[in-house]
């Protein structure tokens, strides 16, 4: 049986499955319970997600607390200097940098994000080992996954 596909997920398909029951996001979510994918983040974006929900929406935290837990979360370990290097001289927004460098160091196959700024369709990532893109386009790939 092959290895369920590794997913790295930004803050922001975080937060978007806490604050939508319905949406892409939380499908992810939904997904990696069954052991039909793998969620990992980074130990920055866990902290970011913390920090965001705390300022915009605290009442959330719990729920956060509960579907990390549901899921299993992966929690990728820190990049190293030549990780941080390789995403910076790719993304100039230093936070975002940090981000895609714990993508790097995760070896996922997909990194999930709603950042059209910096992440999505941006073409100097291509060339990273793994593919770049929303929800939406990982549910895509999964269903074609599952059937073949």
Known sequence: MPKSPKIFLDTSVIIAAVMSPTGGARLLFHLAQ????GLVAGKGVLQETE???FR????????LAQL???????????????????AASLIDYLP???VL???????PD????????????????EKLPF??????????????????
């Open 68 to 86: 990390l837990d549901e899921i299993h979360l992966e929690i990728g370990g820190e990049p190293a200097g030549s990780e941080n290097q390789q």
């Open 101 to 107: 460098a714990q993508a790097i160091h995760a070896e």
């Open 34 to 37: 069954t052991g039909a994918l």
């Open 96 to 98: 975002d940098a940090h």
């Open 110 to 125: 997909w990194f999930v994000s709603h950042d059209k700024a910096h992440f999505l369709g941006n073409p100097v990532l």
């Open 51 to 53: 920090q965001v929900l």
């Open 131 to 148: 593919k770049i893109g929303s929800p939406g386009d990982v549910l895509a790939w999964m269903r074609d996954y599952l059937e073949s």
């Open 56 to 63: 915009k929406a605290p009442q959330l935290l719990p729920l």
